[in-house]
Structure formats: C-alpha cells, structure tokens
C-alpha cells in the first residue's frame, strides 16, 4: 500500500503544501501550517458527520395528534393504564409466578375481542387447552379470541403478517420466547432482548398494543435484563399477597400518562373481579374499636383509599434482643418514627417487640402515614383503643413536629363517605370534609397526650 502523503495546512489561509515550512508560501505568515492527518478508509467509514439523511426537525407546539386510547372495557386495568390501551405501544406486565397475570390478561383479551376487536394471545408456558380449560372457567370461552401455544417468535411474526393486523396482542411470557437469529436457550439476557426488540417492532409498526409478561425475580424486579424496561412504553406491575384475595395493578413507567393510578382487583373461582370501591375492602371487619389499630387514608393517583394500621407491642422479660416485624410498610420508617416516640415523647419501645401491618395486603409508600402509624403504635402500647370511627393523617419529622400533607380534603372525604366523623392531622391543613370533626396536632407529644389521657 502506498504511503499516504503529508499534508500541511496554513490555519491563517488554508493553502495546502506538502512540505513543512516556516512562512506559508501564499499569505507569508509564519508558523501557521500543521500537519494535517489524511482521511483513511476507516476514518471515512467512522466520520458520522455527512453521507447520512437529513433529519427532519419539527416544533413542540405543533399540534400532534394524541393516541386514542382503546378501552378494554375492563374498568380496572384501563385506570392503571391511564385510560386504556394505546395503539402501537408497548406495555410490559410484571408480576410474581401465581399472582394472577396470565388470568387478568386472559380477561382482558377477552373482553376486547368480544367487542369485535382482533386479539391474539399467544401462550409459552402453558398449552392451548391449559389456557382453554381456564377461559372455560371465567366464562370466557364464545370470546374470539385467537390462541396459540408458540415459543418461536419467527413463527409468530410469519404467521401474523399472513391474517389481518389483531388490535392487541399477549405474549405470555417473554421469558418462554426464542428467536432463532440468537444464540442461547430461552430466558437467557439475549434472548429476551432480542425477542422483545422484534415484537415490539412489529407492534410499532402495525400499530399493535402489544403486552409482554414478564417474570420476577425474588427480589422483585422483572426478570431478564434491565433494558426491557426501557424498551417499552409501559411497565405495569401486579402485586399483593398471594394468601390474600386482592390484586393491585400499578404503573411503575407510562409514557402515556401518569403513574400513580391504580388498579384494584379481588381473586374469586370465577377469576378477578373489578373492585370499585377499594376503601371498604383493606378496612378488615370493623366491628368495634381495638387498641393498636388506626386508619389512614391513603391517596392512589386521584383516588383515596382508606386503609387499616395494625401494630401489636409485646413485652419482652428476659434481656432478649426484640424482634421488629413490618409487613406493607418500610422497616427503616418504622425505626424512625420509634425513635422519635422514644425520645420526644418519652415513650419506651426498647423492652418490646414492635409488629406493624398494614391490613389487606396493602403496601404503603406515602409519608402521610407517619400519623397512623404512631397512633396504631401509641394505642398498642398504652392498651387503649384509638376514638371510634377516626382517621389518622400526618408526615412526622425527626423532632416530632406533624407536617401537611398533599390532598387532605380530598382524603377526608372519603373518610366522611365511609361514616368516618373525626380527624387527626397536621394543625395547618389543607382542607376539612362536610361530617368530619378535624383536631388539629402541632407535635406529636399532642397525640400522646390524647390517647393515654
Ligand atoms: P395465573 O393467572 O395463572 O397467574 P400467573 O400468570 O401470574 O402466574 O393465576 C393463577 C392463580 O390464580 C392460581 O393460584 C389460581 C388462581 N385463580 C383463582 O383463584 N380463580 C380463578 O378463576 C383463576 C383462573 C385462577
Ligand atoms: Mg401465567
């Protein structure tokens, strides 16, 4: 190969010599050339500065056009979608093994096709009849739904450019998917990649609503790599207990709408069942008052739902090591707020094991429930029920001060529709209820004070 020639380039005047030289020959100025580095084949292949299209650029005010939303008619799962399916994207469902995904999305599906929308649901972990058997058991089986057992997704995608383009299309999982253009056996990093790169292509593309199952692994994220959960356009999760009967459909992404709204459902032998009016259900049977419970209500997106605290304090004899048990609410708030009880208010937790549920299954995320939890606490301990038919709001700070909260009014609403008639919160509130007597706490010693007197 011949020896590419140097070149020198004058930065005062741009003229070219192949020789360095002191002075440049065309404008006489000194010390201006430098060696100029030729462009190589590779460099030319490697320089992403020209050779491509033109993008195209466009203004954020023009008016695009919104996604329709295609309901499923299935009320609870379009809430936590943000009002229902939207064309062409992509939407991930997580969930642990058993919690009720392939039933919910089974339902769904169902529901769409009887509404004379195409809808393919594509099944790799169980077989045909499997799947059958269970629409036979929710009622669902006269719904045209197309079925298929299949684990390949070349297959899939040959076979669903050969019928008319479906509205919605379920893979369940995509852990159980295998694109033959990828080594490595199924559930492998690559593999769900890959398949779920394809599928979502063709999604796009077709303007396909697309949902992929995916599992979860123990420590709750979904199973696979990270990434999938960049690739869609939504991740929803579906939670609660398994011992439990109620199911909670979350949005943890939706690049279309928000992401706090949820989806309430309830298991029963004809499968999940739609559940309105989510308040009545985490209040356990309420008959009369008991010491160490308190209710708070709690805000889901625009929707309040009031749940029951529950907190149990053993006193311990022996010089053991007590136990601290939390269950739907965080361990590390729960050492604080005992801290703060311990030394702001003199109460004494040491000696006793301290155990905390939140009733139904429910898992509480919200800063708001400082306040209940510390009255469940603080009844638990003096052995003294809590004012009947109360409800409990309030975000405490390590000295012990109770701060607002965002949407009082509206929580205590709910409270006053559910025959709760008092309040307890912060002493600047946001708003009062029709029905409610509201008591106004500036420290938490305040609240102390009222249920031990
Ligand atoms: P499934 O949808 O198979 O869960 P996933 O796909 O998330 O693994 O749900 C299985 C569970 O739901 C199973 O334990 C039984 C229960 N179930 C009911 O209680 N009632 C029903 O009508 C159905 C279909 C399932
Ligand atoms: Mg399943």
């Given at each position: 190969m011949a020896k590419p020639k140097k070149r020198y380039v004058c930065q005062a005047c741009g003229s070219v010599s192949h020789r360095w030289q002191g002075q440049c020959g065309d404008c006489a100025e000194w010390n201006t050339l430098t060696e100029d580095v030729p462009a190589t084949v590779f460099s030319q292949k490697h320089d992403l500065s020209s050779g491509g299209r033109a993008v195209e650029f466009v203004d954020l005010d023009k008016p695009g056009e919104m996604p329709v939303r295609q309901k499923t008619g299935l009320a609870e799962f379009d809430r936590a979608l943000g009002g229902g399916l939207v064309p062409g994207s992509a939407i991930l469902m997580g969930g642990d093994p058993g919690i009720g995904k392939s039933t919910l999305l089974l339902q769904a599906a169902a529901k769409v096709a009887r509404e004379g929308r195409g809808v393919v649901y594509v099944s790799g972990e169980e077989a045909a009849g499997q799947v059958r058997m269970r629409a036979a058991r929710l009622g669902l089986s006269d719904a045209p739904v197309k079925l298929a057992a299949a684990t390949g997704v070349r297959d899939i995608l040959t076979t669903l450019h050969t019928m008319p383009q479906p509205s919605l299309l379920v893979i369940?999982?995509?852990?159980t998917m295998h694109s033959d253009t990828i080594e490595g056996a199924p559930g492998t990093v690559s593999q769900v990649r890959g398949c779920a790169f394809e599928l979502i292509r063709y999604a796009k593309e077709n303007g396909v609503a697309l949902v992929l199952v995916g599992h979860v692994t123990k420590d709750g994220t979904i199973a696979g790599p990270r990434v999938l959960e960049h690739m869609v356009d939504v991740v929803m999760s579906f939670e609660g207990e398994r011992s439990h009967q109620y199911r909670i459909l979350r949005a943890l992404k939706n690049r279309f709408g928000a992401v706090d709204e949820i989806g309430v459902f309830a298991m029963a032998g004809e499968g999940l069942e739609e559940v309105e009016n989510p308040s009545m259900l985490f209040?356990?049977?309420?008959?009369q008052p008991l010491a160490g419970s308190a209710v708070f209500p709690a805000v889901e997106g625009t929707r309040p739902v009031l749940v029951e605290i529950q907190a149990l304090i053993v006193r311990l004899q022996s010089g053991a090591t007590p136990r601290r048990a939390v269950v739907g609410w965080d361990n590390g708030r729960l050492a604080m707020l005992l801290a703060v009880l311990e030394s702001?208010?003199?109460?004494?937790?040491?000696s006793a094991e301290v155990y905390l549920n939140v009733a139904g299954g429910y898992r509480l995320a919200d800063p708001a429930a400082d306040l209940a939890v510390a009255a469940a606490l603080v009844s638990a301990l003096a052995d003294k029920p809590l004012p009947d038919r109360s409800v409990w709001l309030g975000e405490i700070s390590l000295a012990g001060e109770i701060r607002p909260v965002a949407h009082a009014g509206l929580r205590l609403r709910e409270a006053a529709k559910l025959g709760f008639d008092r309040g307890y919160g912060p002493?600047?509130?946001?708003g009062n209820a029709p029905g409610i007597t509201y008591a106004g706490l500036s420290q938490l010693a305040n609240l102390v004070d009222r249920v031990i007197s």
């Open positions: 369940d999982s995509i852990q209040l356990s049977g309420r008959e702001r208010c003199g109460l004494n937790f040491s002493a600047e509130t946001g």
